[in-house]
């Protein structure tokens, strides 16, 4: 899962709309919704601030992502 769908997926669950999210966080419902679909990265402040309003830890979120980085062996 991406940080986008995990973010949806505790939004969904606290049902709070993206007009919610927007508006509590005091950002565009688009950049809001960029944010959700992967299109633009969500530096770490704000991330902790989305995780305030969903009531979550930064940490819990981050660890329940898809490893998607990839190492060469030497």
Excluded: H, P, W
């Excluded at 007009?19 to 565009?28: I, K, T, V």
């Excluded at 633009?40 to 660890?63: G, R």
């Amino acid at each position: 899962m991406q940080l986008g769908q995990k973010i949806r997926e505790l939004r969904v669950k606290k049902s709070y709309s993206l007009d919610d999210m927007a508006d509590l966080l005091n950002m565009s419902i688009s950049n809001y919704s960029s944010f959700e679909q992967g299109k633009i990265n969500i530096n770490f402040s704000k991330l902790e601030e989305i995780c305030k309003v969903l009531e979550t830890d930064v940490f819990e979120i981050l660890n329940s992502l898809e490893n998607t980085y990839t190492y060469d062996e030497m």
